[in-house]
């Protein structure tokens, strides 16, 4: 049972910037952590992006990019906890942006983010069709043949997933974090599982020296994962880069679920920054796993996307344990993209509930019955399905993903190194990097914007086109189209007395 006297607080904190308590608040600090371990999620873009980093620099460059990237992404998790601890709101880094930067810094980061987690959702679940689903374990599993599975295959099965996340969100918050709870403990117990099903099953002799063996796999070497031969390994372990920037993003989504979190000021930031290291160091020890265990590192390499694959194809696993891992993957993935629907909804509303959005009032509506953002939810879901007609390709949206969310995430960390003991940032919340606080944002956006580059090579075209088309319509759209004279902004001064006038009406239609 949640503490009254926190949950009050919860709320007259909420009351201050100017906002109703229209979600409920149901997820505990396990709860809030767990929405971005499970988006995280070192079973999904760990196992799926190793290829970006293994087919960049090798053994030892897959190895490092993740140690050295983890420590790095550990640096944006702080940064943001930091901002959250002070600010906690739905929409988080929107409305840290708008607030601490003005209003179209935070309507740029709005897009951003959004764009990104749109495609959170789509990427993962195409990663669950094609790559876990189909490959792993129809495929390789269970041994069928998939070589006659196409596009419309793909295009049904991702539909009626997705439609199936959306009715999950949309009957609450209580049912969609009892699965997320669900995930991270499966997480943390299956990636236990595979780590020691590798070491145990596995058919050569552990060499520790491929933890430290560079190998310059871009081009034909590594299978045309990188297409082009770079002949610098500092530039192949840049672009292996890209790997942690996959997996390890979407933490985000603790911020975006702030509304609905317990002692948020305190559980929001510890939930972002323990996904992340949780995430790093089991992702360290299964990174190692998978290099220490493939017979030939040479024959690894030329398998280019199907790496991973041939790691697990050469181990000595019975098929009842292989079977299983493959089902659990199976299931990780799709609660991977269940928490990522939650988290792209909570944005869309919090976006639409500042006007930021066409029909603002029909997507920041919250169901009185069921306390969560049945429009945006759904909306959400369609427009994930939308960008997978757009790229259907996994590694298209992936990047995309990782590209956009990135931005948005260093985005609100630049505004506050520069507000930050200004009046718009007068004084910190309960989690605070004291003295650390410049040096660690000032690290975060270096890493932010290298991580962010790191998504425009080819074969990633496509992403970099996206980026450019944003950057040119959205100055478009603000200045020409006049959104800068219709939208607000996030609630300041005068504006927040007047909907604190409206908050007890607004709150007298919700019971919990």
């Known amino acids: 049972m949640a503490d009254k006297k926190s949950m009050e607080h919860d709320k007259q904190v909420l009351h201050k910037m100017g906002y109703a308590q ?37 053994p030892g460059g897959a190895f490092w990019i993740w140690l050295i990237g983890g420590a790095l992404a550990m640096c944006v998790a702080w940064g ?13 880094l929107y409305h840290w942006s708008s607030h601490l930067g003005g209003k179209a810094w935070g309507w740029v980061t709005a897009w951003f983010n959004l764009v990104g987690l749109i495609c959170v959702v789509s990427s993962v679940d195409v990663l669950l069709y094609q790559v876990f689903f189909k490959d792993l374990f129809l495929g390789t599993a269970l041994g069928m043949d998939v ?5 419309w295959h793909q295009f049904t099965f991702v539909a009626i997933v997705m439609i199936s996340q959306a009715a999950l969100n949309h009957y609450g918050i209580e049912l969609t974090t009892k699965l997320t709870d669900f995930s991270g403990y499966m997480i943390f117990v299956l990636t236990f599982v595979l780590i020691i099903t590798l070491f145990a099953f596995s058919p050569v002799k552990l060499d520790f020296s491929r933890l430290v063996t560079f190998i310059d796999f871009t081009g034909d070497a590594g299978g045309g994962v990188v297409p082009n031969h770079t002949s610098s390994m500092p530039f192949a372990f840049i672009l292996g880069l890209s790997y942690v920037c996959y997996t390890i993003t979407g933490f985000d989504a603790s911020a975006h679920t702030s509304e609905e979190t317990q002692d948020a000021q305190v559980n929001v930031p510890k939930g972002m920054w323990t996904a992340v290291f949780w995430s790093w160091v089991f992702g360290l020890v299964a990174v190692a796993a998978y290099v220490l265990t493939m017979p030939s590192i040479e024959e690894a390499g030329a398998a280019g996307w199907g790496s991973f694959f041939y790691m697990w194809g050469a181990s000595r696993m019975p098929g009842w344990l292989s079977i299983a891992l493959a089902g659990g993957l199976v299931v990780v993935n ?3 993209a269940l928490a990522g629907l939650t988290s792209t909804s909570r944005m869309m509303y919090a976006f639409a509930r500042d006007g930021g959005l066409p029909a603002s009032k029909t997507l920041a509506h919250v169901s009185t019955t069921y306390r969560t953002p049945t429009y945006s939810i759904w909306v959400s879901a369609g427009f994930a399905l939308l960008s997978m007609v757009y790229a259907p390709y996994y590694l298209v949206l992936a990047v995309a993903c990782a590209v956009f969310l990135y931005i948005s995430m260093i985005m609100p960390i630049a505004a506050g190194l520069l507000a930050e003991g200004t009046k718009k940032w007068p004084e910190k919340g309960p989690f605070n990097l004291g003295g650390f606080s410049k040096i660690n944002a000032i690290i975060a956006i270096v890493f932010g914007f290298v991580l962010a580059i ?4 080819p074969p990633n075209e496509k992403v970099f ?6 950057l040119v319509i959205l100055p478009i759209i603000w200045f020409v189209f006049g959104e800068n004279k219709r939208f607000e902004g996030v609630p300041e001064g005068d504006k927040i007395k007047e909907n604190q006038k409206k908050i007890a009406e607004i709150e007298a239609l919700y019971k919990d």
């Open 22 to 58: 229209e979600l409920s608040r149901r997820m505990s600090g396990f709860s809030n952590f767990a929405i971005s371990f499970s988006i995280i999620c070192i079973l999904a873009g760990g196992i799926s992006a190793f290829p970006a980093a293994f087919n960049s620099a090798g």
């Open 80 to 92: 943001m906890g930091q901002i959250a601890s002070s600010f906690p709101t739905a929409g988080g």
């Open 465 to 470: 086109y996206l980026t450019i088309a944003m």
């Open 147 to 151: 070589s006659g599975f196409g596009y």
């Open 334 to 336: 799709y609660l991977c």
């Open 454 to 457: 790191t998504g425009f090579f």
